[in-house]
Every structure is written in structure tokens, then in C-alpha cells.
């Protein structure tokens, strides 16, 4: 039998607050994976500001490209293709990472593989879970996020389900703002809801079809807080976990059974979360809905994902050329 020859991915990321390379090997394989964060430097803002991102993706890119080179002991002549996050994202952000992988395509004469970091996001679910193929159905729940996808086959989507209003991300990180908790919420809520019980009432937005609303049930915990102040901000977000997670849980199967699919895979920052992995997983059990989240490390932004994501534009013959630039606002796209 012919051996198939490997494909080595270098992945770059700097759409938000992490400037991220790895080297991944045939869309699965993690052969180095370099994330330098900026959220110490965001965390006394409350939030990230986008000038000052920009300015640290421009200060870090060159040297984590390197260590990601070093850590998987490959040259850059030896790499197939450099896969690119080009959107969605912070324009000044998105740009240093575009900027700085189509110089290098340029001048390694290697394929420059634009590459969507919602895709880059569900991919990470083929790198912790190698069984893992489509048909599917996605459910991205991140910072900027709330989309349920089918995933057809490696390059065909159709997003089903979406948020009217806020990303889950952002109900997270804005409730813990308010309770006092910090940036990033997520972890902080994550953490603070273990030690409460979920016995506050909190109202929860249901619509016809499979979209999300998070903003009343948002409002209703900023105003809780601030017409109590004795709350017990434990209780509170415990309430606020299971109100939204009740929601994307209804939502999945829902979707499910719309199309027929018995898989699930959680992709995005807030698929980290302790609870909402407990209750998808309840779901193996009570409605034979097999669930995959990626691990930790995978679950926020990195470049092994945009390596693995930008794999399969690679195979696809899906490249970009030195025109590429970044969009803010870019959506999930098909190939037909
Ligand atoms: O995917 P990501 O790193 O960036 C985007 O593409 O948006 O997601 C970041 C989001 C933030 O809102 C953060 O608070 C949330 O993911 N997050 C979590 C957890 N870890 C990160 N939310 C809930 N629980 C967590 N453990
Ligand atoms: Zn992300």
C-alpha cells in the first residue's frame, strides 16, 4: 500500500487577547501549541481593549511563531501550508496575524491558508477526539458565539440555531463583572457556582425555533444583585448556570431530533465549563445523544484549531493568496 505522505499545518491566531502558533500534523496530530495571554494585561481594563491588543500580538508573534517551530522540532521548509485566522475578530488584532503569515508565505514560497476561527473552534474537537467525524451537530459557545451548526462534512455547514443578542461569553463575563468577580468571568463564575446551590428563579427566553436570548435573564441577575445586597453571590451564579444551561440544553436536542443526529461536540471558550459538560453529558445517559468537548486547553483560543481547521481547507485545495485580509465579521462559509 502507498503511504500517504504527512501534512504539516503551522497555525496562527491573534483574533482577540491570545497570540497563539502551534504545528499540527494531518488535521489531528499536536505537535506543538504556543499560547501567550494577554489577560493579565486586559484584567485591570475589565475587559480587552482592542488598541492595546494589537500592540501585544505585534510584540509576541514573532517569537511564539519561532517556539512553535522549536517545540515540534520542524523547520520551516518542511511545513505543507500556513493556516491563518483572518476573522471573526478585532480587526487591529486579526491583522497582525494575517499580516505576519502572509510574509512568511511570501517568503517560504509555502500556500497561505486563510481560516475561520469558528471553524478553527469546532476543530478542536477532531484533535481530542480522533473517532470524531461528520455528520455532527456543533454547538460553538464562546465570547463572541452562541451558534448551533451542522456539520455536514468537513466543509459544508448550516448554522440552525444562533443568539439574538448576547454571546453566552459575554452573559458570563458581564454577570461576573457585576457580582464583582473580575475578567474573565467564565472561570470566576465556574468556580463561585460550585460552592452554591441553583434556588434562585431566573427568567429563561424560549422561541419558536433554535435561537438564544440571553439578555433578560442577564438583566435579571444585574438587577438581583443590585436590588440585594446581601445576595448570596454563590447562589446567584449557580442560578445563572443552570438558567443558560437549561436553555442550550433544550435547544441541542431540539436540534437533534430536527436532524436526525446523535452527536454532539461543544466547541469554545465556554465549552470549558464544569457544569455545562456535566449536564451534556447527562445526555449520553438520558437521551443516547453522544457528547464531545475538547480539552481544556483546546476549549479557548489557540492555533492548534486553526491548524486542524485550516488542514481541511488545505485538502480541499481552499488556500488564500497575499490579498487576504482580515473580516471582522466574517461568517462560517461552504463549499459546494
Ligand atoms: O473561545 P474564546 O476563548 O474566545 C472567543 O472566541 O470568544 O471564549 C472566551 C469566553 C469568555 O467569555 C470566557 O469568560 C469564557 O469563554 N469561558 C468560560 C470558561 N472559560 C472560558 N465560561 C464559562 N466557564 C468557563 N470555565
Ligand atoms: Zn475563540
Redesign the pocket.
Given at each position: 500500500m502507498k503511504m500517504m505522505k504527512d501534512i504539516l499545518i503551522l497555525g496562527i491566531e491573534s483574533s482577540?487577547d491570545e497570540t497563539a502558533a502551534a504545528v499540527v500534523k494531518n488535521g489531528r496530530e499536536v505537535l506543538s501549541n504556543v499560547i501567550s495571554s494577554q489577560i493579565e494585561i486586559h484584567e485591570k481594563f475589565g475587559g480587552v481593549v482592542p488598541e492595546i491588543a494589537s500592540r501585544n500580538h505585534v510584540e509576541a508573534i514573532s517569537n511564539v511563531v519561532k517556539k512553535a517551530l522549536k517545540d515540534a522540532n520542524v523547520k520551516l521548509e518542511e511545513i505543507d501550508g500556513i493556516a491563518c485566522t483572518y476573522g471573526p475578530g478585532l480587526v487591529g488584532a486579526l491583522l497582525v496575524g494575517v499580516s505576519y503569515a502572509k510574509a512568511l508565505s511570501y517568503a517560504s514560497n509555502k500556500p497561505l491558508i486563510g481560516t475561520n476561527?469558528i471553524e478553527g473552534?469546532i476543530a478542536a474537537n477532531y484533535i481530542t477526539h480522533k473517532e470524531l467525524k461528520p455528520p455532527f451537530l456543533a454547538f460553538v459557545i464562546?465570547?463572541?458565539h452562541t451558534h448551533l451548526v451542522h456539520i455536514k462534512n468537513y466543509k459544508q455547514f448550516e448554522i440552525i440555531g444562533k443568539t439574538r443578542d448576547d454571546a453566552i461569553?459575554?452573559a458570563?463575563?458581564k454577570v461576573a463583572r457585576v457580582i464583582g468577580l473580575g475578567y474573565?468571568?467564565?472561570?470566576k463564575?465556574?468556580k463561585l457556582a460550585k460552592e452554591g446551590q441553583a434556588n434562585i428563579q431566573l427568567p429563561k427566553t424560549h422561541f419558536e425555533n433554535l435561537d438564544f436570548s440571553f439578555s433578560g435573564i442577564k438583566t435579571a441577575v444585574i438587577n438581583l444583585n443590585h436590588k440585594t445586597p446581601n445576595i448570596n453571590k454563590a447562589d446567584l451564579s449557580a442560578s445563572f448556570e443552570k438558567a443558560v444551561t437549561d436553555v442550550l440544553i433544550d435547544n441541542s436536542v431540539k436540534a437533534c431530533e430536527k436532524l436526525k443526529l446523535n452527536t454532539i461536540a461543544l466547541a469554545?471558550?465556554?465549552s470549558?465549563?464544569s457544569y455545562i459538560r456535566a449536564r451534556f453529558l447527562e445526555l449520553q445517559e438520558t437521551k443516547n445523544i453522544k457528547v464531545y468537548y475538547p480539552e481544556p486547553v483546546l476549549c479557548?483560543?489557540n492555533a492548534a484549531m486553526i491548524a486542524s481547521a485550516g488542514y481541511y481547507n488545505y485538502i480541499n485545495k481552499i488556500t488564500s493568496n497575499l490579498e487576504l485580509n482580515a473580516v471582522p465579521n466574517l461568517k462560517i462559509t461552504n463549499i459546494d
Open positions: 482577540c476561527h473552534h464562546s465570547g463572541g461569553g459575554e458570563f463575563d474573565p468571568g467564565g472561570p463564575i465556574d469554545g471558550g465556554v470549558a465549563n479557548t483560543d
